[in-house]
């Protein structure tokens, strides 16, 4: 069991960030917030894959002016990312953003920042203070702090902190250390982490290694790739910790010579039918399915499994909490597992 730090509860819209809530699921939006039917049809899209907290790009008054248009067809709130002009937050707010995110690497004048922080307090939503170190040349956490200072001298408290660097090691460290500086909960991400596949890997080792510090309370997985990909790699992520469970887990073998059945095949019909369940806390997210090439390790983990096949030769032995079921057919395997899920 992970022991999570204890952070405060922050609200946005009607996800709760911090305290004990589950570690959300963020994303941000790839297409021009002004042009709203694109970018609601990217959000619905991010919704279906369980997309939690979306951001948007607030690069102009039209993109603060389309977050009102873009919530009134969305489910999920929205948050309104700003840089450089102060302007746009007080637009964005006007708006109905449900959280605002500023970068203390390019909006520095106190008067400004102060302006923003009264109309968030006015609006009753939370900002973000969001660092990168691409655009930061001192010291992240420090940086974070003065922030966090100014916003503490008039009593604003709504504050989610990221501390974002494109290499691991900086930025766990970073958040290591602001974790025991204050206790505002933790958006977790490795910035700009590269395409796909070495991107989903960065991020999990730098993101996975905080979440076993109990560091962290919701999680965006930066990629150059379809955001839905971002989705799925957080949701697994935080399953492989078992801090959430969007579907049941499976065991399967890496398979060797030993294997008579195409597992591989198996395997990805099984993880389709199970992408389609739903979203909601079923119990049956809880469940372990183990699907094993051979009778090897095959019977045992199959066994220690809630359910599971051990594949021989064309067939396979079904298991559920321990016990032989039945014989499977190849072809028939995924279907009866499913049936006595
Ligand atoms: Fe090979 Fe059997 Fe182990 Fe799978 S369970 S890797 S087929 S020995």
Redesign the pocket.
């Known amino acids: 069991m992970i022991k999570r730090r204890r952070t405060r509860k922050i609200k946005v819209g009607d996800v709760i960030i911090g305290g004990s809530a589950p570690i959300s699921i963020q994303s941000m939006s790839k297409v021009k917030t002004s042009d709203i039917s694109a970018c609601v049809a990217e959000i619905k899209a991010l919704e279906a894959a369980g997309c939690e907290i979306i951001r948007v790009a607030v690069k102009s008054h039209d993109d603060a002016r389309a977050i009102g248009r873009i919530k009134r067809r969305i489910r999920i709130p929205v948050v309104a990312d700003i840089h450089f002009d102060y302007m746009l937050a007080l637009a964005a707010i006007k708006s109905g953003a449900d959280k605002i995110r500023l970068n203390p690497g390019n909006m520095r004048k106190k008067g400004e920042i102060e302006e923003v922080v009264r109309a968030a307090k006015k609006a009753k939503i939370p900002i973000r203070i969001g660092l990168n170190s691409g655009s930061i040349s001192t010291d992240m956490v420090k940086a974070a702090l003065d922030y966090i200072k100014l916003f503490e001298e008039i009593d604003f408290r709504d504050i989610i902190v990221s501390l974002k660097a494109s290499d691991v090691t900086s930025t766990v460290e970073a958040y290591r250390e602001i974790s025991k500086r204050c206790d505002y909960p933790l958006h977790l991400g490795v910035t700009a982490a590269g395409p796909c596949d070495s991107g989903v890997v960065k991020s999990a080792i730098g993101i996975g290694s905080l979440l076993l510090d109990g560091i962290g309370d919701t999680v965006r997985v930066s990629l150059t790739a379809d955001p839905v990909e971002e989705v799925i790699a957080a949701k697994r992520i935080l399953s492989s910790l078992g801090l959430r469970r969007f579907a049941p887990e499976i065991i399967s073998?890496?398979?060797?010579?030993?294997?008579q059945v195409n597992?591989t095949e198996i395997v990805k019909k099984l993880e389709r039918k199970l992408s389609t369940m739903d979203h909601g806390q079923s119990t049956k997210h809880q469940l372990s399915i183990a699907m094993?090439?051979?009778?090897?390790?095959?019977p045992g983990?199959a066994r220690e499994a809630d359910i599971g096949i051990?594949?021989g030769k064309g067939s396979g032995i079904l298991f559920k909490k321990g016990k032989i079921i039945k014989k499977v057919t190849v072809k028939n395997a995924v279907k009866e597992l499913l049936k006595n899920l």
């Open positions: 073998c890496p398979t060797c010579g030993r294997c597992l094993m090439g051979c009778e090897v390790n095959g983990e051990a594949f």
